[in-house]
């Protein structure tokens, strides 16, 4: 049975790296060793630069257990994902990029379960573990799939599963688009209600600008209604005197 795996996953916590691991060619099946570097035009230096300069400026703080897709075609032949945490105010983002070919529910599921374990990922060998944990389970589960199908050839139940995994990504690419363009809505009504409250505070200022203007204004005019009313006092003084 075809083994599926991640490519690259980053874990950052307020801007900073705290785990990653990268897989540069498909391993061979029934293996999870992450972490080896090999011959690849993508690199982990290239997954984690495009991580900073293109994810990371449009991550889109998450609620609840969902996972975003990065609409963005950051390198060919790969997807991108994301999801973040918010705990004591410090945003911790998950990143996971994918080949294309991969069930689109296995970065979703990796990236939800790194998330509910976040606590005991603080180095590139526990994330890489961790991976691997998952990917195994997740692989287990199509290996008992294929064995219900025990009646079928083994092309029969491979060709019956890449049907199901076509289906399934065809569906969830639907999903995670209108999830982004709602992400993107939340993200928009959240800059103009920032740029609401700075209006409102920049009307405040001018407004006791103005306000002091006219107090200066209206103080300026009485201390001269004082000096002609006085100068005129004085001169009738002295024209009786």
Known sequence: MQRFNVSY???IKNGSTVASCFQAVEPAQGSSKYGSLGDSV???QLFHKLTDDMVLPKVV??????VTKVSLHLIDGYDC???T???????????????????KILPIRLLSELKGQEEALNSDDELSMKVGEIL????????????ENGTESGEAAENDLQDIVQVMNDNIDKFLQRQERISLLVDKTSQLNSNSNTFKRKATRIKQRMWWHRVKNITLLVFAVILFVS????LFLLEHN
Do not use: W
């Open 81 to 83: 994902y994301y999801t």
């Open 231 to 234: 100068a005129i006092v004085l």
């Open 136 to 147: 195994d389970a997740f692989h287990e589960e199509l290996r008992s799939y294929s064995n």
């Open 9 to 11: 996953v980053e874990v």
């Open 85 to 103: 945490t918010m705990a004591n105010e410090q945003l911790k983002v998950f990143v996971c990029f994918t080949r294309t070919v991969i069930p």
């Open 61 to 66: 703080p998450i609620e609840g257990n969902k």
């Open 42 to 44: 993508a690199t982990p």
